[in-house]
């Protein structure tokens, strides 16, 4: 709410806690905890809804919007896609619904968390599943832009695939590496930077680990069969023959690649054209990112 | 050499490359590229000989040692202290050789590399295998305290299988999560700070990784071993029960155990007194170290 009314968008908001509600008021903001006030609010606005909850409270927020507004454009700020999207399909709202991720945060929450420029420089990731809506996605792209994030168009099963690999897995990785040098005497006496970054995110709160982790267990499953695969290998060619040569050379060839990977914009696609989401899915894939509104068909540019 | 001669003591060197040695002429040290002359002073001299050279070489060295310098104290900075030790009794140098691992170093070699504070504030690892002589290790323990150091005591074994632990299975942690992302698409394009942090040991050149994996291969099996059965047992336990609780839960409690993890001074040992080794390896598995030295039994203080 802070980064939409910033960037001069018209924004009002819910909470469940009146103390929340009572601090966004006092900072001059149009706030209210009356659930079904502020929906009944969105349905006459023909408001953008952006849920910003946790999976939990997903589907009681999913009843209301649409009892009282199942009309309005509706996104999310999930860190997980595919069971949000699960979840607004069995609550007969897909068809106005465009998932998000804006990748940015603290680890702190409550109205004093936050932060007008928290996304900005920020990858945005929208879900450009089979059948979302032209009009909505401009709708939710517009909002990521406006508060300063770049937008990473992504299939929301893509996108859960990727997170398991680049956030869940470093996590569970990081687990073990600090478990495992915990068993060893004189391990922690001799830990340095190698160990000090290698299990840096095991500091996190366990709960806060497990909730990102179990929410996306499909997908990690793969990432983490892949990862005991590789290690079991390289277990095998070090007992073996001595030598850990295939896991060493393939890791830092990705992470070479990784070093030198780019983000072209994506300039050239028409939201709403034919093919418009499959582009962009693969435009996404390869590291494009849309930086300023892309025209959307049959609108006035 | 620098930090030696930095701290008062007297340093001469050897090197096989003529342009080193010219090198640290030109800086106004005492160096020379004949070996055997260079080891027939330091047994004139009854010096501390210093092996700094990588594994593949230290056969060759001890053979000249043995030939011309066997009385000498010796010592060597590699980091692996099983193999040395090994290579060390089998060419009968055992009774004064005590190992040594000063824990710093850079990317880069020879002469240009070096820096007479490159040691200050480092652990400096010395061997309490059993047998060590204690003229020989208060030696070397002069040595890495003038050098700035704190020395860490340990046996051989020990800490192998803590750099197993805390340095080798980091490195083949980091190759694996870099090479999990490499097959994802859509993975580097949302890879943030865990990814990073994760794999920034992955990009090492390919050659140094494999060369201290390989050198300690022994323990880094346990390691794996160790590492494979964690993640195995969270995979069953996500798939089976969608928990990964246990794994994290002990990583997170083993990092916050390494987050207040102290480093007392160790000052009640006497070096050749009854049990001394044992004594300095149990102080030193509890995170003990010396900042300075020790007295030695029947020295003056």
Redesign the interface.
């Known amino acids: 709410m802070r980064a939409a009314k910033a960037s001069g968008l018209d924004a009002f908001g819910y909470n469940r806690s009146m103390d929340g509600v009572e601090a966004a008021r006092f900072d001059g903001f149009d706030a209210s905890n009356s659930l079904d006030g502020v929906l009944d609010r969105a349905a006459q606005a023909d408001a953008l809804i952006v849920l910003a909850v946790p999976m939990p409270a997903l589907p009681i927020m999913l009843d209301h919007i649409r009892s009282t507004a199942p009309d309005c454009a509706l996104t999310d700020v999930t860190s997980v896609k595919g069971a949000v999207l699960q979840a607004v399909r069995k609550h007969g709202l897909a068809d106005r619904f465009v998932g998000g991720h804006p ?1 940015a945060g603290t680890a702190h929450s409550g109205w004093a968390a936050g932060d007008a420029k928290l996304f900005v420089g920020a ?1 945005w ?1 929208l879900s450009v599943d089979d059948g979302v809506d032209p009009a909505v996605w401009a709708t939710v792209m517009h909002l990521a832009l406006a508060c300063g994030s770049f937008v ?1 168009p ?1 299939r929301s099963d ?2 859960d ?7 869940h ?24 930077g ?2 000090r ?10 709960d806060l ?2 909730a990102m ?2 929410a996306n ?1 499909e997908q ?2 793969g ?6 695969d ?3 290998r ?2 095998a060619s ?2 073996g023959s ?4 295939e ?13 030198s ?1 780019s ?1 072209p914009q994506i300039l050239t696609t028409t939201i709403g054209a034919p093919d418009w989401r499959d582009e962009l899915a693969a435009a ?4 494009g ?1 849309i930086r300023s509104a892309l025209p959307v068909l049959g609108s006035p540019g």
Chains 1, 2 share one sequence.
């Open positions: 990748m990858p990731v990473v992504a893509e996108h695939a990727a997170a398991a690999a680049i956030s897995l470093p996590h569970l990785l990081a687990e073990t590496l600090a478990a495992t040098a915990g068993h060893v005497p004189l391990a922690f006496a001799l830990a340095a190698s160990f970054d290698g299990t840096r995110v095991a500091a996190t709160a366990p680990v497990r982790c179990e267990s990690l499953l990432s983490l069969d892949q990862a005991i590789l290690l079991t390289a277990r070090l007992a001595g030598s850990v040569a896991l060493v050379e393939t890791g830092h060839a990705a992470r070479m690649r990784y070093d990977f983000r996404g894939r390869a590291g990112v």
